[in-house]
């Protein structure tokens, strides 16, 4: 899509520090509307994440059961985490899929882009798919407690459908999931550049 979007672009004339948080900064920014009238925006900065769709020789996928605390229960989701200082995506993903779950993949694909909160955060989630995995030793972050268990494809597709999986990235794995178990979207694998299986 190839359009002019000057009519719809907000311009930022003054921008306010709210808080820095450990990794979560909040902003307010004074901002020039289109018809030349003035609003605040309030908003995440966000340093990005990557989440991975793991896939078992067997046809099988590896998921997560994690407290997530603001929502106050356990979500049903893909292995993820945010992008460490000057750290490249697939860096990361290698990263995390090994420290959650304790695999590592002799492929991996990148699926994509999604940004799940547009109104409210920076943050950015590439996906990244990745097969020929090998059990090793997983390595979690201090005070992180998740169950990593597995389950087939049309499982996942039911739990979105049902509201078991209601986080935002996972659905967005569903998507790219079916449509490549079904053809229409492609992925161009590549080896993993640490060697065969290495993490």
Request: with cysteine; hydrophobic share 40%.
């Amino acid at each position: 899509m190839d359009r002019d979007d000057a009519h719809l672009t907000e311009e930022t004339v003054q921008r306010e520090v709210l808080l820095r948080g450990r990794f979560l900064h909040v902003l307010r920014d004074t901002v020039r509307l289109p018809d030349g009238g003035s609003d605040t925006r309030e908003f995440v900065v966000h340093p990005g994440a990557v989440m991975v769709v793991p896939l078992l020789d067997d046809g099988r996928i590896v998921l997560e059961r994690q407290y997530r605390h603001p929502m106050g229960r356990v979500m049903v989701e893909f292995p993820a985490g945010k992008l460490d200082a000057f750290e490249d995506t697939w860096t990361c993903g290698r990263r995390e899929l090994l420290e959650e779950t304790g695999y590592t993949a002799r492929e991996w694909a990148k699926a994509g882009v999604l940004h799940p909160v547009i109104s409210y955060s920076t943050e950015f989630i590439e996906i990244w798919f990745a097969r020929g995995l090998v059990l090793q030793e997983r390595h979690l972050d201090a005070g992180e407690f998740l169950e990593v268990f597995s389950a087939s494809v049309d499982e996942l597709l039911a739990w979105c459908r049902d509201g078991t999986v209601t986080d935002a990235k996972t659905l967005s794995a569903a998507l790219w999931l079916q449509n490549w178990r079904a053809g229409a979207w492609d992925l161009q694998w590549q080896p993993n550049p640490d060697g065969a299986g290495a993490g």
